[in-house]
């Protein structure tokens, strides 16, 4: 036993330098929210100067933080939470809670009564995920399973950015403790990442509200930030000034979310279930699963409506299960859960030593943040103030992430330059005489720091201490989290009371070293703490990484088979259609049919029997035999036949999405797989997809039978794209248009009908030649006659000539002088009119119709009444003239000849 003298306290302080000259990392790099429940990914494009959320190959912009394993192969994200209701014991969920934590921790306990999949004590008592896998028993860590959710995030990285990614920033809630932290780290190694820096969630959030919303903050700004995601919740304050992002304080609790209120909603409805039924499902998993599922679903519901149902057919031996919640018994359910939400609240201010009417902003962060009782309840403490609701909460802590690993990353300049201030969540220190905590660092100490305290020996002639380094709150070191220990030995002989001196050094991510030294001698121990019985050993890490490049080319074989039987499947599929017409079959003599069908018969019994089947090379041998048949048949000319390949898509979700998508000349109908060919501008067409006229380059289908006819930008449709006026918001595709907004398209005001781009953030509707709209339109010597507008509210020229005064619904076309204004559906009519008078050539610009011969488009620009400097022209409208030749008429037919006066109205009817 050893006590301090506190004779002094020196802080070194690592901030700003150790910032400035931060370790900078080659390659690609992307921030990633490992969450419990969801997770993100998102990147920072240098060309585009702003964050892009990545979505998967699902279309979703998070994925869930979900793993499960079958008779055949492994799941990561939708796949393996979509099949979690059949196959619960196997379906693995939650890592996050498990990770850096001991199998006899209370909350692992309690934990594990809830979890379909069974948990078991490992090794130096880590808890192990206990599973079967292609019908053998397999024993997992969480940083395993975590590991196999970061591969799945680097892979849709990787997909979007066409690139190989090595670095990531992941971020982790601001409570967990030295352990979780290491262990995160771990799970990066073993998915092939280099992890870069670990930085809070609540921190990440903060970075992405204030390059969002407060960049220009000259004077010091408190923001709040209140972070309740699936599994943890956080809280933190912190002040944004000139950039420089400073946390005060921060508290949380690592096992509270929304997974908590759904155990609470499962559980009132198993007593429910028990009550009517008089049959307890609590010790059946699939029942369980099936139930939370159904009980997830209605608490998203309750965010927005009162009442909802819950209904679960045959839920336990048959019996279906039908019941109501409203949102009132949905809050008492859970309102403890919420108190304690707001008691961790309050906690975070009075660490921080500032009164709530100081907070400038509370900002909203993570999915359960949308449930209304725990908005009311915030609202309520801090006096009505409004929150903050303008960043996704989904998406705004990947975001910030994706910010610092720019920051990170070499050759990345056009990137914000802010400074990360982060602290410490626990105290950390170490045991003296009488099992007291000796605290070095105290929690909410910014990080990076080094400090130095003085302790002295307490026996005389003492020649060595043991040191024990400890993090937690409690008085009792051995309440406390114990970190590691090490011994300095070597101390000459003295009286008690010789002075020691301890140095705690906290890194960026929060990583902890301590070191003492005797100072007469010179002797110096050290030791960074890595929990080594907790922590992987490098040849354990070793190992999980070679076990995920097995999972990894087992899911490629598994994929390579499930082609090949699907393209064989649609090759036999084919063939018995084409034989089944009288004019090919008749073609064939009975050896030439005999052929076929036991080709045929082959596939089949191959196809019928794929389970018992492992050689993905019989697959594709079968195939490559009806393909055989079918080539020496084409060659005879009995049959013409042309095999159609499988997996054409319109959609390519995986593709990198850029304002300029790179023309292909052969595309796939999506009626009926045909391909499609490219042709040059010609007469005006209605596309096929999104029911709108078109002038340019177009898709037309081969086939003689299929008139099928698509814009460029239809046929070239990505999954996620953007536009400038909307750079932060993502448009998905869909092939009608989703939710409620199915009106008209907010580009050209017309109805939808068909593909359309919607954008969730603002609920915006674009057909795709409306989301590439040309900026401008020019006159023959470049000056830009019309502009773009998102909304004007004038009057449209065109439809004021046809007699019809509306305002311009949707965007327009507004002159230079703002004087001259257009629908941009009226300036479509309008190049229609003049292609149908020949003012335009075959070479029509795609995105909206002008020409890009000069000539010509000086002609259409006139005949669009456009006049450079902005006035409307004077042409008498059509109209009037009518009711001019109408009056001559009358007058003619009274004092000359009517005959003539007709004629001329004849004339100039036909004219006009």
């Not at 407060?214 to 700004?221: A, H, K, Y």
């Not at 507004?814 to 559906?825: K, L, R, T």
Request: charged share 25%; with cysteine.
């Amino acid at each position: 036993y050893w006590f301090p003298v506190v004779t002094s306290s020196l802080p070194v302080s690592l901030r700003e330098p150790f910032l400035i000259m931060a370790k900078k990392y080659e390659g690609c790099a992307v921030g990633i929210d490992l969450g419990t429940t969801y997770s993100c990914v998102a990147v920072w494009l240098e060309q585009h100067c702003r964050v892009e959320i990545i979505h998967n190959d699902q279309g979703n912009n998070t994925t869930p933080s979900c793993v499960a394993f079958t008779d055949q192969q492994r799941l990561i994200g939708e796949a393996a939470k979509n099949q979690a209701a059949t196959n619960p014991e196997n379906t693995v969920f939650d890592a996050k809670r498990l990770i850096g934590r001991k199998f006899s921790d209370p909350v692992i306990q309690k934990d594990k009564m809830l979890w379909p999949f069974k948990v078991v004590a490992g090794i130096n008592d880590k808890p192990m995920i206990s599973l079967n896998y292609k019908g053998q028993e397999k024993h997992l860590l969480a940083e395993e399973v975590s590991s196999m959710v970061l591969i799945k995030m680097r892979e849709i990285a990787e997909a979007y950015l066409e690139t190989p990614v090595e670095n990531a920033v992941v971020t982790v809630p601001a409570y967990f403790n030295d352990s979780q932290r290491k262990a995160t780290i771990d799970a990066g190694a073993i998915a092939g990442l280099n992890v870069m820096r670990i930085i809070n969630e609540p921190t990440a959030a903060a970075i992405a509200y204030g390059l969002d919303k407060r960049t220009d903050c000259v004077e010091e700004r408190n923001i709040f930030i209140f972070d309740l995601g699936g599994g943890t919740f956080d809280v933190s304050l912190l002040t944004i000034k000139d950039k420089v992002f400073q946390v005060k304080a921060t508290a949380g609790n690592t096992h509270l979310g929304g997974e908590d209120f759904d155990n609470r909603m499962v559980n009132y409805f198993v007593q429910e279930f028990k009550r009517k039924n008089k049959v307890d499902i609590s010790g059946n998993p699939r029942a369980l699963r099936r139930l939370r599922s159904a009980c997830e679903r209605a608490k998203r519901i309750l965010s927005y409506a009162v009442t909802t149902n819950i209904e679960v057919d045959a839920l336990f031996q048959g019996v279906d299960f039908c019941s109501s919640i409203t949102r009132a018994k949905f809050e008492e359910i859970n309102m403890e859960l919420f108190e304690e939400c707001m008691e961790t609240v309050d906690r975070c201010l009075s660490d921080a030593n500032m009164d709530k009417s100081s907070v400038h902003d509370v900002v909203l962060v993570g999915g359960s943040s949308r449930i209304p009782k725990v908005q009311e309840l915030l609202q309520g403490f801090f006096d009505g103030k409004v929150l903050c609701k303008s960043i996704n909460p989904d998406e705004a802590v990947a975001y910030g992430a994706a910010v610092q690993a720019a920051l990170l990353s070499k050759g990345i300049v056009n990137v914000p330059n802010l400074v990360l201030l982060d602290i410490t969540p626990l105290s950390l220190g170490v045991s003296v005489q009488g099992d007291l905590m000796s605290v070095v660092i105290p929690r909410n100490t910014t990080i990076p720091v080094r400090r130095t305290k003085t302790y002295v020996t307490t026996e005389d002639n003492q020649s060595a201490v043991m040191i024990e380094v400890y993090e937690g709150e409690r008085t009792r070191a051995s309440d406390n989290n114990l970190l590691g220990f090490f011994t300095l030995s070597g101390i000459p002989p003295a009286p008690r009371g010789h002075p020691l001196y301890e140095t705690f050094d906290i890194d960026e991510n929060g990583i902890l070293s301590v070191s003492a030294e005797e100072e007469s001698t010179g002797n110096k121990n050290e030791i960074t703490i890595t929990n080594e019985k907790e922590r992987l050993s490098t040849k354990e890490i070793k190992r999980m990484i070679q076990e995920a490049e097995y999972y990894k080319a087992e899911d490629k074989k598994f994929l390579r088979k499930a082609k090949a039987m699907n393209d064989l499947d649609y090759y036999v599929y084919k063939i018995k259609n084409a034989l089944k017409k009288k004019d090919i079959s008749s073609k064939l003599c009975s050896k030439e049919k005999e052929n076929v069908s036991s080709a045929i018969a082959r596939a089949t019994d191959l196809l019928e029997d794929n389970n018992q089947q492992d050689d993905i090379v019989v697959f594709e041998d079968n195939l490559k035999e009806l393909e055989s048949i079918i080539e020496r048949m084409k060659a005879m000319g009995k049959i013409e036949f042309v095999y159609i390949h499988t997996h054409l898509s319109l959609i390519s979700s995986q593709s990198k999405v850029t304002r300029d998508i790179e023309m292909s000349t052969k595309k796939g109908c999506p009626s009926h797989a045909e391909a499609m060919q490219l042709k040059q501008p010609g007469a005006p067409f209605k596309c096929s997809g999104c029911k709108q006229m078109g002038f340019g380059p177009s898709y037309h289908c081969e086939s003689s039978n299929c008139s099928y006819v698509l814009h460029e930008e239809c046929a070239n449709a990505v999954s996620i794209a953007f536009h400038p006026f909307f750079s932060k918001s993502n448009f998905e595709f869909h092939e009608k248009a989703p939710g409620k907004r199915t009106r008209y398209c907010d580009g050209c005001g017309k109805d939808v009908l068909g593909f359309v781009y919607h954008c969730s953030t603002t609920g915006y509707d674009l057909h795709p030649c409306c989301l590439k709209l040309k900026h401008n339109i020019s006159d023959q010597e470049g000056r830009v006659t019309l502009e773009l507008c998102q909304k004007v509210p004038s009057k449209c020229v065109k439809c004021k000539h046809r007699n019809v005064v509306e305002r311009v619904k949707g965007w327009s076309y507004v002159s230079s002088g703002g004087d001259c204004c257009y629908h941009v559906s009226c300036v479509k009519e309008l190049i229609l009119e003049n292609w149908k008078k020949g003012y335009f050539s075959q070479e029509t610009n795609n995105s909206i119709g002008m020409s890009s011969d000069r000539e010509n488009t000086q002609v259409a620009l006139r005949s669009m009444e456009i006049v450079p400097s902005g006035r409307r022209s004077r042409r008498i409208n059509k109209y009037t003239k009518i009711a001019v030749l109408v009056f001559k008429l009358v007058v003619s037919a009274i004092f000359g000849n009517p005959i003539s006066a007709i004629a001329a109205l004849v004339e100039a009817l036909v004219t006009d």
